[in-house]
Each structure stands twice: as structure tokens, then as C-alpha cells.
């Protein structure tokens, strides 16, 4: 594996990190019942739930990724 590829992969884990915390959060969401009412502060809680480790594991895997591509093309000249 290039250097290239593993930060595509690593930036790949990144934006799949992020996303997984919503979807963790509306997943969590659907089987409670709060009053039929769905607002912000309802889904905020929600995300406080998950917690923040995907968040700011997605931060640094996206920071390794950039720093992989930046190598890479470095390398390259």
C-alpha cells in the first residue's frame, strides 16, 4: 500500500467516523419516545449519548490521512 492509498484510507475512516456518530445517535433516538416531539436539544442529548471518541478519533485519523498525502506528494518531487 502507497503512501497515497493510506491516506485515502485514513481521510475514507475519517469521514466514515463522523457520520457514524449521527447515525449512532438518530439509531438511538428511534427507539425512544420523547413526547412525539423531535427538536435540536432533543438530538443533542442524543449525540451526548455517543459520546465524543468517534469525533475526535475521526479528527485525528483525518489529520494522519493529510499527513500521509502530504508525504506522498513530497516524496513525489
Known sequence: MTRRSAGVA?????????????VAAAIYGAGISVDNEYS????????????????????????IGLLYLLWAEREAK
Open 10 to 22: 485514513f481521510i475514507g475512516f475519517a469521514i466514515w467516523l463522523f457520520g457514524i456518530r449521527y
Open 40 to 63: 435540536k436539544e432533543t438530538f443533542a442529548r442524543f449525540l451526548s449519548y455517543i459520546g465524543d471518541l468517534p469525533l475526535t478519533l475521526s479528527i485525528v485519523s483525518l489529520v
